[in-house]
């Protein structure tokens, strides 16, 4: 019982006890196996949207979602990848109600400071496996639950050499650790505040998950990650500190960008080179892929993409028609074009992919003007989460593992609370 008491601390008016244990319980599992989180979350859902006031059809960004799905459902019929245009919503209607059902629970600064240290703590298995994945050997399949729940861990990191640890594919584990870094961040920051010029115990470990953290996040060779990394730092760490952080970061910075950038004289990129981890300048230069054809790089996906919405503008392909599409256009096969807004422009039209986008961008900037960058260092951490998440979606779309789907939307719905703030 002290364990269940101490979990209902922080819990909204709006949110029920049950809801507020279960919401808790599955963000805490969500990075580990979505099938163990789906349980307790979509029940958090059902009491979020029983107790939820004012009532859904009184909020005018529902009904803005609403005129959203609308577009996307009617879009379908005229779908080019015909019938896989239907299921292809799944990744989309659904989660406007949980937008909706799951605000109750980040209603107030206190419940997402919570929320935060939950999505912290599920982050650790997450850290550990791939660590243990890459630097001790350790490899799946590891079996739960009478074999319900499977984690098929690649020996040696999927793709090799990458940590993927619990997830799919390397590229999910980088979006995952990217967007929980500012989060943590924001851990470190309240504790260095709390127990300054004090030892305890939370000072060892917070370092400890930093630093291992910064290792998983190193080991998964994504430079969205490591961009992630480097700009999470000064956000939330706040402006009052920018004044010598920026300059130390630059400072930091510099060789790295003299390893990489073009046109620097040898006389000062060799050193640079010297000094820089060559997986570091040589993945940022790219020159393993350097012999690639532009069909299948960023820019020529984004190219091809440009022309196929230009082409249908109003209701687009339909969901999962780029895969059958590109390969017509560029010869070359590719699941997505890697950037969310052209995703959302060639499936449901571009009308669509503007005003859900648009929402998005303005929760951001509407939260900021209330006051979400202020002093509270876990307001500004959920925030550049939100926006690390934003920015991993502009080359690369991790929405499709439904962990980083769930917690995207969890996320802004923290925003549309921040926004207009209820007790």
């Known amino acids: 019982m002290p364990l269940i008491e101490r979990l209902q601390q922080h819990r909204p008016s709006v ?13 805490f599992l969500l990075a580990s196996s979505l099938l163990l989180a789906v349980i307790p979350l979509f029940w958090a859902l059902l009491e979020g949207t029983r107790h939820h006031r004012p009532r859904w059809w009184r909020d005018r960004v529902n ?27 799944v990744n989309w209607l659904p989660f406007f109600w949980g937008f909706w059902g799951f605000q109750p629970y980040v ?25 243990g994945q890459l630097l001790l050997g350790w490899s799946g399949p590891w079996e739960v639950l009478n074999r319900l729940v499977i984690w098929h861990m690649d020996p040696g990191g999927l793709p090799p050499g990458r940590l993927s640890g619990l997830f799919d594919y390397a590229n999910v584990a980088a979006a995952w650790l990217a967007f929980s870094w500012p989060l943590l961040l924001a851990v470190a920051v309240s504790i260095g505040r709390q ?48 004044i010598w952080l920026l300059p130390v970061l630059l400072l930091l910075l510099l060789p790295v960008l003299l390893a990489v950038l073009p046109g620097i004289p040898e006389l000062l990129q060799l050193p640079a080179r010297a000094i820089v981890p060559e997986a570091i300048w040589g993945r940022l230069s790219d020159l393993a892929f350097s012999e690639r054809p532009l069909a299948s790089t960023r820019l020529g996906q984004w190219s091809v993409a440009v ?25 070359v096969w590719h699941g997505h074009p890697h950037n969310l807004p052209l995703e959302l422009a060639i499936s449901f039209g571009l009308p669509a992919a503007l005003m859900l986008i648009g929402l998005a961008l303005w929760l951001l900037v ?25 920015l991993l979606h502009a080359t690369d779309l991790p929405l499709y593992s439904g962990q980083i789907n769930v917690v995207g939307w969890i996320l802004l719905a923290g925003l549309r609370a921040a926004a207009w703030p209820r007790p």
């Open 107 to 131: 209603m107030t600064p206190a419940a997402r400071r919570r929320i935060t240290q939950v999505l912290v703590a599920g982050t650790v298995p997450v850290v550990v496996t791939g660590l």
């Open 195 to 242: 127990w300054w010029g004090r030892w305890s115990w939370k000072q060892p470990t917070v370092l400890l998950l930093l630093v291992s953290q910064l290792a998983a996040l190193y080991l998964t060779d994504s430079r969205n990650a490591w961009g992630a990394a480097v700009v999470a730092v000064p956000l939330v760490l706040g402006p009052a500190r920018w």
């Open 366 to 390: 509407r939260s900021l003007q209330r006051g979400m960058f202020g002093a509270d260092p876990f307001e500004r951490g959920w925030w550049t989460a939100f926006v690390i998440l934003a």
């Open 307 to 331: 022309s196929l919405v230009a082409d249908r503008p109003w209701l687009g392909w339909g969901a999962a028609a780029f895969s059958l599409v590109y390969p017509e256009r560029a010869g």
């Open 15 to 27: 949110a029920t006890r049950s809801g507020w244990l279960a919401f808790q319980l599955g963000l």
């Open 63 to 89: 009904l803005w979602l609403l005129a959203v799905a609308a577009l996307m459902t009617c879009a379908a019929p005229f779908a080019r990848s015909g019938w896989l245009a239907w299921p292809g919503l």
